[in-house]
């Protein structure tokens, strides 16, 4: 039954990082949209603007502020909040809970915990705790001991009896600083690590159970007790792989009904005896040699599994969460899929579920890429199929890496041995080598502990491969090839032909694919839930619904570095805009996690990779009449020019900005011949064919140049260089540059102040929705720049500029929909670095900051509105500001230097806002995660330029009360200006006192160091930036940005500030 | 490649690979949504006479193990999958469902978009159907399909039921009944954990059993319809005589027999209730149960009689589970012996044991 709440606070997880990514944008949207519906008036908080959870819609008030009790705290005294979910916002959420609740606050402000309670949270987080209630329920865990320092690991791994053994950090995200350790030293080593992360310092150590299968099952439970299995998930990959690490499959296909319920059975009484309401994910480790198991670890709350578990059932488990959390039962809960049956049933599915994760390694050229019990991955993909091999085939081509299915990458024997014991993202395409080398199902299966009836799974795709190169292709091998997932794509390469032919070839047999629904019960009963997948068979489900107009919105596809929730969010709001103007919204997306893969969000909804063959077959089953290519990111923008092409002669439209016109702001000369044209100023540039070439162009130019390929996208591989041997090394390491590969050498503007401008068109009249100027100097990626809305040192003239350049553009590209824009200012001249006529990852930024929803303006607009129906022209000026800090992976991916290049690294991003920019800056470091010092040392080198500089800040650290460490140029300079320094000695020079001593000892709490541009920056400093990462010390490689540091730091120590919800902020 | 038909007396055709026995087949097709357990359901005597849909696209994963079997044979009369898997996980041993069916004489189907099959089944309810290899006499064999019985119309249970009455000694000191119309093996197991059984044949008089001094009895599960003349003439009149003697427990078919032995009337479903995913109320909570019937007791008929209908399923309202108002009888439509499905609701044995045990009221 109900219970009675005035208000009830829901607590999102914030930046995206890695181990937690959208699926708590799903999870905190669906619970907002669940309270809503039973009429509770809602508050939500996240520091993430790029979420849908934040819109104003979705509850009744919205808080973007940093994710930090004391804030949290004001907030629910501000609203009178009575009740608080603990289980929609990851590990994030959990523990601000658990901090509320063991501080005594909750108590105090009368505030109940709804969902997991806080001893749950213990009993599962807490390693010894768990460990206890498992014994008491007679379930078996792994031998362990918690341990707090390095000898209590040693003596614990003594009573294990012996190695390896895992080292689990208590209450870290994604398993953050744990690991496996084959001896004394690794485990000094990683316990050292553990220990530092981990919010309790302590660390378990733990009996090995590598090499066991890993399954998992999704658990619901409500205050009655009736509890159920949503889903269980089979790894493909053994333990000692993260789970989220792993290639998954559900439900589990190698245990048989027995051991599937004792495991049930198993987890049943875990969620009981943790006393848990809501949703849990319990995890098994299982020795296939006696079907012995061990319970790994239980999640008391939703979770990325979980997300994945309602997507692979299409059982809304953070939806049926909330509801017990405000005291229904699952008997309750009507199951909206089928709209007859009720949320107390399990799922029955009838298709194969695959979810492979997507890692950042093609932008990271220097990470270790061997996988492990961390997390490294920052997003995956699902995909469905009525055959493993369709799954998987679907699965791989939908991650976006290059390949179009089990792609052979030549390995050799030697490095398929290695690639097999030591796992990386590639472990999958050396098994297909090795396959096709010969070696044996079973011998990769036992190498790799992968179960062989997988392993000979991907054979049957290499036997396939070769019955296809062996040809000749008859309907009969092409329909068998079809059913096994192979692209249209796949198959052309193969034998060599074209795509489109391949493609004629196989429509003129009839080989078309179905369409299957999503129902949570293998079809038992009649759904009206428009949730589909495609596949090869008899019959196909997806209606059309030909009384609308239908148009397709192509997602975003998983999240990477480059690519994030941002276009998630836009996608999203192009599905709200279509439905407002009385359109069908259909969406074709593969991330599970995402608020635009949930049934309920589009009309209809296809769980399919976004490739031109999926892309084609959707719209050819649905007759879409348009299609929104801006809106996915590069995924659906790289699609345009190929869909316009396929689509010539039919009905279906691409919408907007013309896919020549998007081919224009994509080709440097075509665009460069524009700007020449509009008289708008470029930095000088040129492309070169050879290194000799190249080196003329950087010397004629002037060093620093920025480099980069010319045949990829999105700022990879692109860098600063400053010397004709840091641009030998650059094509000797980095890119090879050859006639059909040539490199791009810009002009390199040296503290030039960049700007973002994201821009909505009608074709006619142009809306500015916000100028953003970076506190970084240009140079480092606009995905990884703190920007300020609105600008804060910009004259009236240059904005003036800016604006007038932003018509110039947007006219000329004939823009219909989106446009980014982006500028770089020096000596008073405004300069055109790139121009993008699709949704930029700012949109929701400025949309939040703003109040104006640019997206759905958009959309819109591409529909045939005008900006005028929207009262929108030139520019909006706002009372407030809004800063955008971006978070990064340095923590979990060792070997990636953490200085900031125009190569983005960030995962995610939050948002400060204030009408105090000191406010709006404190706000948006913390909320990034900056451990923002309140007094102590502060370390200061700088490079000449910047000496003068930074002689105001160091003046007002001073006054703060920080004590200042400088080294020897720094210090004289300081010192001679009046400032009091302690000199060290540079790290090079290998003595006492040095930065590197000073910081472990505790004493540096804050690190301003600006690298000297003639050394490249790479190179300089690395050690006491790696350092700074692992000790979470705030390190600051720009004057402007230690400026806003410190104006922060200042906010921090007087503690003046209010909470304000986007209501207030735009007078909604 | 061999090809193989599928074919339904609506006069659908669908085309698919044989495997397992070559041989044609003909019974009533019904579906199960279980994701495990398809061994466990072959050799379930309730199958007998039904040529089974799995809607798991891909059976026979993990193999087959004795351990699993439900009885001796595969009841089923053919096997209908999207895929069967010919290389299993050698977790168990790593027979192949193909071999298992070969072994039993009983052929398959494979390539069929069974999802298809099942939302007509879903629609239209369960059909008489066949499986061939003879292409040529599909159109015949529609015609036959369509004069031919439902194999429910003989007496399935006479096939099933043990012939003679058999004694199996667990080391316990109380011996209790099982009335056999098809058991699964699954329940001697549970009952084994308290009690020696005796297993009687389905037509057993109640003295016969009364003679065995067993202190309680377990009517099974078993195939077929529950109003049939030959159980109404025998294994209802037992279960009414024997109902005021001893405590009594009903599974599945067990459950419609001791309802129709009250007076209650029962009724063919659509398709039935068959997989390992159906939620039940019973006392104000949900249990998960692995069920598989095609009849149910009609909840109205029980009007005015003894017999209440005290678990009801979640999804559409139907009686899951009967209790007499005076008497130690209850029933479970569901089968809480599991074998395939949830374990959840086991704690019905210990019901029975302690009424069992506890003796004649």
């Known amino acids: 039954m109900r219970k009675d709440y005035k208000k009830l606070m829901v607590i999102g997880s914030g930046p995206i990082v890695i181990g937690q990514a959208a699926e708590f944008d799903f999870s905190g949207t669906q619970a907002c949209r669940s309270l809503k519906e039973e009429g509770y008036t809602t508050v939500l908080v996240n520091s993430n603007p790029a979420t849908i959870q934040t819109d104003p819609e979705t509850a009744d008030s919205v808080y973007i502020e940093p994710l930090q009790v004391p804030l949290i705290i004001k907030i629910i005294e501000k609203e009178g909040v009575d009740g608080v979910l603990s289980g929609m916002g990851g590990q994030t959420a959990l523990n601000i809970c658990s901090e509320l609740a063991e501080s005594g606050e909750l108590k105090r402000l009368g505030v109940s915990l709804l969902g997991t309670q806080p001893d749950a949270i213990a009993m599962s987080e807490d390693r010894e705790l768990f460990k206890e209630t498992m014994e008491r329920i007679g379930e078996p865990v792994p031998l362990s001991r918690s341990v707090t320092s390095i000898q209590e690991a040693v003596e614990a791994v003594k009573m294990i009896g012996k190695y390896p053994v895992l080292i689990r950090p208590a209450y870290t995200l994604g398993g953050t600083g744990g690991g496996i350790a084959y001896n004394e030293q690794e485990l000094v080593e990683i316990c050292a690590r553990g220990l530092a992360y981990s919010r309790i310092h302590q660390v378990l150590i733990e009996e090995s159970v590598l090499g066991w299968k890993e399954y998992e099952y999704e658990v619901m439970r409500d205050s009655k007790d009736n509890s159920i299995i949503i889903c269980n998930i089979e790894n493909l990959d053994a333990m000692g792989i993260h789970t989220g690490e792993s290639i998954v499959c559900a439900p589990c296909l190698t245990l048989s009904d027995k051991d599937h319920q004792r495991l049930r059975t198993s987890s049943l009484k875990v969620i009981k005896a943790l006393n848990i309401e809501g949703g849990c994910n319990v995890q098994f480790a299982f020795n296939p040699e006696n079907g012995d198991y061990r319970l790994i670890e239980v999640n008391p709350r939703v979770s990325r599994s979980s997300a994945l578990a309602s997507k692979a059932t299409g059982y809304p488990i953070a939806r049926v969460a909330t509801k017990i959390a405000v005291g229904y039962t699952l008997d309750e809960i009507p199951n909206r899929i089928t709209g007859t049956t009720y949320a107390a049933f399990e799922p029955a599915i009838d298709y194969v579920v695959v979810k492979i994760p997507r890692w950042p390694f093609d932008k990271f050229r220097t990470v270790d890429r061997h996988l492990g019990t961390q997390m490294k991955s920052t997003g995956e993909i699902m995909s469905i199929g009525r055959t493993f091999e369709e799954a998987i085939m679907k699965g791989l081509r939908s991650l976006e890496i290059g390949v179009k299915g089990l792609d052979s990458m030549n390995f050799t024997n030697e490095e398929i041995a290695e690639e097999l014991v030591n796992a990386t993202d590639k472990r999958i395409f050396a098994m297909g080598d090795a396959l096709r080398k010969g070696w044996t199902p079973e011998k990769i299966a036992d190498i790799t502990k992968w179960d062989v009836f997988f392993v000979k799974k991907i054979r049957n795709i290499v036997e396939m491969e070769n019955r296809i190169k062996s040809g000749p292709l008859t309907k009969e091998l092409l329909k068998e090839a079809k059913y096994m997932g192979f692209s249209d794509e796949k198959i052309a390469e193969l034998i060599s032909r074209p795509e489109s032919e391949i493609r004629k070839e196989r429509i003129s047999h009839g080989i078309i694919p179905v369409y299957k629904m999503v129902d949570t019960c293998a079809a038992e009963f009649n759904a009206e839930t428009p949730y589909f997948y495609s596949s090869y068979g008899t019959s196909t489900e997806a209606k059309k619904d030909d009384k609308k107009k239908k148009v397709l919105i192509i997602g975003g596809g998983p999240i990477r570095i480059g690519q994030g929730i941002e276009f998630d969010y836009c996608c999203v709001h192009g599905v709200m805009a279509l439905q407002e103007e009385g359109v069908s919204a259909v969406i074709i997306n593969n991330n599970p996690e995402t608020v635009s893969t949930d049934y309920d969000i589009s009309d209809r909804l296809y769980f399919d990779p976004i490739t031109l063959e999926d892309v084609l077959n959707v719209i050819e089953a649905e007759e879409i009449d348009g299609v929104v290519c801006q809106y996915g990111g590069q995924t659906s923008v790289n699609l345009a020019v190929d869909l316009e092409k396929a689509l010539a002669g039919t009905k279906t439209k691409i919408l907007g900005t013309s896919p020549d016109m998007m081919d224009v702001a994509e080709d440097r000369r075509r665009f460069s011949k524009l700007m020449d044209k509009l008289g708008i100023k470029q930095p000088e540039s040129g492309t070169g064919y050879s290194f000799e070439e190249a080196k003329e162009i950087a010397e004629s130019i002037g060093y620093p140049v920025l480099v980069r390929p010319s045949y990829v996208l999105g700022g990879r591989a692109m860098e600063i260089v400053y010397s004709t041997e840091e641009l030998k090394l650059y094509v000797e390491t980095a890119v090879k540059v050859s006639r059909n590969h040539p490199i791009l050498i810009d002009n390199y503007l040296t503290e030039a102040i960049e700007i973002d401008v994201d821009i909505v068109s009608d074709g006619k009249d142009v809306y500015i929705g916000g100028i953003m100027e970076h506190i970084e100097y240009a140079g480092c990626h606009s995905g990884d720049a703190t920007m300020v809305l609105p600008p804060f040192t910009l004259s009236k003239k240059i904005i003036g500029d800016v604006i007038c350049i932003c018509n110039k553009v947007a006219s000329a590209l004939e823009v219909k929909g989106l446009l980014n824009i982006q500028l770089a200012v020096k000596d008073n001249e405004v300069y055109m670095i790139e121009a993008n006529p699709r949704a930029s990852r700012t949109i929701p930024f400025i949309s939040k900051a703003t109040g104006i929803p640019l997206a759905k303006i958009a959309t819109k607009i591409m529909l045939g509105k005008t900006l005028k129906d929207f009262g929108l022209s030139e520019y909006k000026e706002i009372d407030h500001y809004a800063i955008k800090a971006s978070v990064f992976p340095f923590l979990k991916l060792p070997g990636v230097d953490s200085i900031l290049t125009p190569e983005m690294k960030s995962t995610g991003e939050v948002m400060g806002i204030d009408q105090d920019f000191d406010v709006a800056c404190y706000k948006a470091l913390v909320a990034a995660g900056n451990k923002l010092p309140k007094g102590g040392g502060v370390y200061i080198t700088v490079n000449n330029a910047d000496k003068e500089r930074v002689l105001p800040v160091a003046k007002e650290l001073l006054e703060l009360g920080f004590c200042i460490y400088a080294t020897k140029g720094t210090s004289t300079y300081l010192r001679e200006n009046g400032v009091e320094t302690t000199t060290v000695f540079k790290i090079d020079d290998n003595m006492k006192p040095n930065a590197i001593g000073l910081m472990r000892e505790g004493k540096i709490n804050l690190i301003i160091n600006t690298p000297s541009q003639m050394s490249g920056p790479v190179r300089d400093g690395h050690k006491t930036r790696r350092l700074a990462v692992e000790l979470e010390i705030p390190f600051l490689t720009t004057i402007q940005g230690a400026d806003a540091a410190v104006g922060a730091i200042r906010v921090a120590k007087e503690e003046s500030f209010q909470v304000r919800s986007m209501k207030e902020f735009h007078k909604l | ?361």
Not at chain 2, 20 to 30: L, N, Q
Not at chain 2, 95 to 107: A, Q, R, W
Not at chain 2, 210 to 238: E, Q
Request: glycine fraction near 10%.
């Open chain 2, 1 to 361: 490649m061999a090809k193989s038909y599928l074919v339904l007396e609506d006069g659908s055709v669908f085309e698919g690979e044989p495997f397992g026995h070559r041989a044609p087949a003909t019974g009533e097709v019904v579906f199960s949504t279980g994701m495990s357990g398809y061994q466990e359901s072959l050799t379930d005597p309730s199958f007998r006479g039904q040529i089974l849909v799995m809607t798991y696209p891909l059976i026979g994963n993990y193999g087959t193990n004795d351990d699993y079997c439900q009885s001796e044979q595969v009841h089923t009369r053919g096997l209908v999958v999207r895929e069967y898997c010919k290389e299993p996980s050698p977790m168990y041993g790593g027979h192949t469902i193909d071999d298992f069916l070969k072994h039993h004489k009983v052929p398959g189907i494979s390539g069929i978009d069974t999802r298809d099959l099942v939302i007509r089944i879903r629609t239209k309810g369960t059909f008489k159907g066949a499986i061939t290899e003879d292409k040529e006499g599909i159109e015949e064999l529609i015609k036959k399909l369509q004069r031919m019985p439902s194999p429910s119309e003989s007496n399935l249970v006479e096939e099933v039921s043990s012939k003679k009455i058999e004694k199996y000694n667990f080391g316990k000191e109380h011996c209790v009944g099982l009335l056999d119309c098809g058991e699964k093996s699954g329940i001697v197991r549970d009952l084994s954990k308290w009690f020696n059984v005796t297993v009687f044949p389905y037509n057993t008089p109640a003295d016969v059993i009364v003679d065995h001094k067993v202190k309680g009895i377990l009517l099974s599960n078993g195939p077929g319809d529950p109003s049939h003349p030959a159980i109404l003439k025998t294994t209802a009149r037992t279960v009414a005589d024997l109902s005021v003697q001893m405590p009594m427990f009903g599974i599945c078919l067990g459950s419609q027999i001791v309802g129709v032995a009250m007076g209650g009337k029962t009724y063919k479903m659509k398709f039935g209730h068959r997989g390992s995913n159906q939620p039940v109320k019973y006392r104000g909570k949900v249990f998960i149960t692995s069920q598989n019937h095609g009849f149910a007791v009609d909840e109205n008929s029980l009007e005015g009689k003894d017999l209440i209908a005290d678990q009801i399923n979640v999804n559409d309202g139907t009686v899951e589970g009967l209790r007499h108002r005076d008497l130690p009888l209850f029933t479970s439509q569901y089968h809480p012996e599991a074998s395939p499905g949830p374990w959840d609701t086991s704690f019905l044995f210990d019901e029975f044991a302690k009424a069992a045990k506890g003796g004649r009221r």
